[in-house]
């Protein structure tokens, strides 16, 4: 019997899932059910204090039986802060509205939703394929990483991210597209830091999860952007005129 009654919840723990998705996508329409105050609490902590801020994965857990966010709130916000910030480059760097609608459209699809998707599903893969503890018996119900949840984990990540390579650098763009050493530098360090957090954040999302082991995984990218970002300034590389040269080579 102990057999079938794993079985029976494990089905109804990849089944809720599954079931969470319409409801998901039909909250995105409906601000008046979403929390924005803590929406904008979360993107705060997420850039100030990253572990207060999983530290009430463990409460939503606790209170919803589920890791991921049911609330689809940070995702249209993130996306609308995306998108004012694009918007806000294409009025200084660009003088096409057609090209500048294309651009804010592009930066949402691939930078955003596409690249969180392919992310989100590498990571969801990974985790649950590999870096889950093995159970001790056959008595304990199986515990898988969601996949809302990964993706969860990306919007984190990508926010604070976003901070630092939209907003702070939109402000500093006029130093670090221009050509010499010390923008190339300036571009670089930002670019480390930025990549470097993302990577942590990534980090602290995976960890907060008891079921998981290994989870150092994660920042062994760190370490590779720290080797590459001195190998990157001391041959010029400036990836800020690099990727403005991508939408807007005509006016750098």
């Known amino acids: 019997m102990l057999p079938t009654v794993s079985k029976t919840r494990s089905s109804i723990s990849i089944s809720r899932p599954n079931a969470m998705f319409p409801q998901y996508l039909r909250r995105i329409v409906k601000w008046q059910q979403m929390d924005i105050e803590y929406t904008f609490w979360q993107m705060l902590h997420l850039c100030t204090a990253p572990k207060i801020a999983y530290q009430h994965t463990k409460y939503?857990?606790?209170?919803?039986?589920?890791?991921?966010?049911?609330?689809?709130?940070?995702?249209?916000?993130?996306s609308l802060l995306l998108a004012l910030a694009t918007v806000a480059y294409c009025a200084a760097y660009d003088h096409s509205a057609a090209h500048a609608i294309s651009v804010v459209i592009s930066v949402l699809l691939f930078h955003f939703l596409l690249a969180g998707i392919l992310l989100a599903t590498c990571c969801w893969f990974l985790t649950n394929a590999y870096l889950r503890e093995e159970a001790p018996n056959t008595?304990?119900?199986?515990?898988?990483?969601?996949?809302?949840?990964?993706?969860d984990v990306h919007c984190n990540?990508?926010?604070?991210?976003?901070?630092?390579?939209y907003v702070i650098h939109y402000f500093l763009s006029p130093l670090?597209?221009?050509?010499?050493?010390?923008?190339?530098?300036?571009s670089n360090l930002l670019f480390m830091v930025a990549a470097s957090y993302h990577h942590y954040l990534n980090f602290l999302g995976y960890d907060v999860l008891p079921f998981l082991e290994r989870t150092t995984f994660f920042l062994y990218p760190?370490?590779?952007?720290?080797?590459?970002?001195?190998?990157?300034?001391?041959?010029?590389?400036?990836?800020?005129?690099?990727?403005?040269?991508?939408?807007?080579?005509?006016?750098?």
């Open 60 to 78: 939503h857990k606790q209170t919803k039986n589920q890791w991921a966010r049911d609330d689809p709130a940070f995702v249209v916000i993130c």
């Open 222 to 252: 760190i370490g590779i952007v720290i080797i590459l970002s001195p190998i990157l300034i001391l041959s010029g590389f400036n990836p800020s005129r690099y990727f403005m040269n991508i939408y807007f080579s005509r006016t750098l």
């Open 176 to 186: 670090l597209v221009a050509h010499g050493f010390i923008p190339a530098l300036l």
């Open 139 to 151: 008595c304990v119900v199986e515990q898988r990483v969601e996949w809302l949840y990964a993706f």
């Open 157 to 165: 990540s990508f926010f604070p991210m976003f901070v630092m390579l």
